[in-house]
């Protein structure tokens, strides 16, 4: 399939791996292949951590339990760090979910590009788009959730009235209201929208640097033989692997890092605020 969509162009290939296997049209699309792979991957987290659960062992932890229980604490820290001693219950879940959850999703980027849509278009699948979060309704949904998180602890610690009070005497007080409103508007609706778009852009243009390199060693191997193609292969694959590696576990931290720093800020009262 690769070989195809090369031959015909560059372009043709990219904007082939580009897109999804979707239903509808508009604002009814649904990308199936992001809804799939989505639950997929949270359906692993949920079956991994119910093994794990089951096969807990006090006095002789194994490995894989002893690198559980640091990620649960490393995401615990981070909490306690934003919140103090006073973090809702679900806080820290929710943090870890996001931290997993996020990380699983962009390391669908590191499986071989060509691989699973391969083995799709033998099974008469003409699109498939691995990774969920290159598909920019993922991670804006997931920010919106968060957003929306976030207006439901401002609500509930400073109430309606404190609320309110936020976006008239913030950031520049009480004489100036009408600045005060659109300002503090804008800095609430950002949130969610560069919370979204950073994820979502740092990982389209890893996928698309992982097309350039498969264009490229092929254009390689078309011109001068598996002689040239295969450590130019080797090389750029894991060159690229080692820094993207550390890019999908980057933006997962930061993706839950920003979650936990807004919703602490919704728990700070108004006054403070």
Not at 78 to 87: E, L, M, N, R, T
Not at 109 to 138: R, S
Not at 157 to 184: Q, S
Request: aromatic content about 12%; cysteine-free; glycine content about 10%.
């Amino acid at each position: 399939m690769a070989t195809e969509n090369t031959g015909g162009g560059s372009v043709e290939y990219i904007q082939h791996h580009l897109t999804n296997l979707s239903v509808g049209q508009g604002f009814w699309q649904l990308n199936i292949d992001t809804l799939i792979f989505s639950f997929l991957l949270g359906g692993l987290i949920l079956f991994v951590a119910m093994k794990i659960g089951q096969n807990l062992r006090t006095e002789t932890p194994g490995r894989f339990q002893n690198a559980v229980e640091g990620v649960l604490e490393f995401v615990d820290n981070q909490v306690k760090d934003s919140f103090g001693g006073k973090a809702p219950a679900l806080i820290a879940p929710l943090a870890l979910t996001i931290l997993i959850w996020v990380w699983l999703m962009n390391f669908m980027d590191l499986i071989p590009i060509d691989l699973l849509p391969a083995i799709a278009h033998g099974l008469g699948v003409t699109h498939l788009k691995v990774v969920p979060t290159t598909d920019l309704n993922t991670p804006l949904a997931m920010a919106l959730v968060v957003f929306a998180l976030t207006v439901f602890y401002n609500l509930k610690v400073k109430g309606v009235g404190g609320y309110i009070k936020m976006f008239l005497f913030h950031p520049f007080g009480k004489f100036f209201i009408p600045v005060n409103i659109v300002m503090t508007l804008i800095e609430e609706l950002a949130k969610p929208i560069s919370l979204g778009l950073r994820l979502f852009g740092n990982m389209f243009a890893g996928e698309l640097v992982f097309m350039l390199i498969a264009l490229l060693t092929l254009g390689a191997t078309i011109g001068a033989g598996l002689l040239i193609w295969f450590p130019l292969q080797v090389v750029l694959d894991l060159a690229w692997l080692i820094f993207h590696i550390l890019v999908i576990s980057l933006q997962a931290f930061i993706f839950m890092v920003l979650t936990i720093v807004y919703l602490g800020m919704a728990h700070i009262d108004a006054d403070s605020h």
